[in-house]
């Protein structure tokens, strides 16, 4: 009888001993694929990324694309790019979907750039803007010698958008005055961003 229960007893401790055992292996496992899953997120966020730079190259690199015309795209984890902004030219709208179809790795794009009305008045204020902000002797002259100069002025009924990169703050408000200076401008918004805020973003 006390053979027995000495038998049982230790039985009972090996199913114990046995049941940690599984438990410990299941933890070890299951820590790996925490980590593979990890590592595969921050694999696709730098495809994303990557993707995301060679998108804003090809735009940039449109022939027609100028100071008087935004354009930006969305990329998504799918493969997706969605490209938006304001052009002057229809045929702006049309080749920039055309150069991000052909990047590696987008599989789908969406065009939602608008194609700005044609206007007389908004032409004359386009170059009057221009004028005030890339005046010679402005300290803003310095963006002007670019070949698509970073501030980029865009012009729906009479209504005024700022859009792009400077140096500093003190630029921003510069070109939000100049702006603002110019008869027959009937409001005018502010989106400059400053460069060390945008590359900390990125």
């Not at 229960?5 to 039985?11: E, G, K, Q």
């Amino acid at each position: 009888m006390f053979r027995l229960l000495i038998s049982a007893m230790t039985a009972i401790a090996i199913v114990i001993s046995a049941g940690s055992s599984t438990a410990t292996l299941a933890q070890k496992d299951h820590k790996p694929q925490v980590s593979q899953q990890k590592s595969r997120e921050d694999m696709d966020a730098r495809v994303v990324r990557s993707l995301a730079r060679e998108v804003r190259h090809e735009l940039a690199m449109l022939p027609y694309y100028g100071v008087f015309d935004w354009l930006e795209g969305e990329v998504k984890a799918d493969g997706t790019v969605i490209l938006r902004g304001q052009v002057v030219r229809p045929t702006t709208k049309s080749d920039a979907a055309g150069r991000v179809k052909d990047v590696e790795g987008v599989e789908r794009v969406v065009n939602e750039i608008e194609v700005l009305p044609l206007s007389p008045n908004d032409d004359r204020l386009r170059l009057a803007v221009y004028r005030a902000i890339f005046d010679w002797n402005s300290p803003l002259f310095r963006y002007a010698t670019q070949a698509v100069p970073p501030i980029h002025i865009i012009v729906k009924n009479g209504n005024v958008t700022l859009k792009g990169v400077v140096a500093n703050k003190t630029d921003s408000n510069l070109a939000n005055i100049k702006a603002n200076g110019v008869p027959g401008v009937f409001s005018v918004r502010n989106e400059l961003r400053i460069e060390n805020e945008t590359e900390a973003r990125k």
